[in-house]
Nanobody, 124 residues
Framework: QVQLVESGGGSVQAGGSLRLSCAASGRTFSSTGMAWFRQGPGKEREFLATINWNGSGTRYADSVKGRFTISRDNAKNTVYLQMNMLQPEDTAVYYC?????????????????WGQGTQVTVSS
C-alpha cells in the first residue's frame, strides 16, 4: 500500500516555473511506477508524464514534452514534476499516481494509488 501527498502547487504568471513534489509512504514505493495527471475546469483527467521504478524510463504527453520533466528520488520516497514555460492552459489540479503492476502506462484506470491533488494556477 502506498499513500501519496502532493505539494508545490500555487499561482504563477505565464512563462514561469513550478516544481511539484509527491511524497509517498509505504514500503513498496521503490518498486512502484509513478505518474502525474491533471484535471482542468470542465475537463477530463489528462495524463502528463510517467516514470518507471528506478527512473531509467520516462514517457510524456505531447502537450508537455519539452516543458515538463518527471523525476524521482527513491531514497526520499518522492517523485517530482518540474514544470517550465507554464501557460494559462496549464491551470488545473495536478495529481500524482502510482501503479504496482504496470510500467509507463498513460491509462489512469491502471493506477492503484492517487494523491489528493494540488492546484496550479497560471495567469496571463
Amino acid at each position: 500500500q502506498v499513500q501519496l501527498v502532493e505539494s508545490g502547487g500555487g499561482s504563477v504568471q505565464a512563462g514561469g516555473s513550478l516544481r511539484l513534489s509527491c511524497a509517498a509512504s509505504g514500503r513498496t514505493f521503490s518498486s512502484t511506477g509513478m505518474a502525474w495527471f491533471r484535471q482542468g475546469p470542465g475537463k477530463e483527467r489528462e495524463f502528463l508524464a510517467t516514470i518507471n521504478w528506478n527512473g531509467s524510463g520516462t514517457r510524456y504527453a505531447d502537450s508537455v514534452k519539452g516543458r515538463f520533466t518527471i523525476s524521482r528520488d527513491n531514497a526520499k520516497n518522492t517523485v517530482y514534476l518540474q514544470m517550465n514555460m507554464l501557460q494559462p492552459e496549464d491551470t488545473a489540479v495536478y495529481y500524482c499516481a502510482g501503479s504496482s503492476r504496470y510500467v509507463l502506462t498513460q491509462r489512469s484506470a491502471l493506477y492503484d494509488y492517487w494523491g489528493q491533488g494540488t492546484q496550479v494556477t497560471v495567469s496571463s
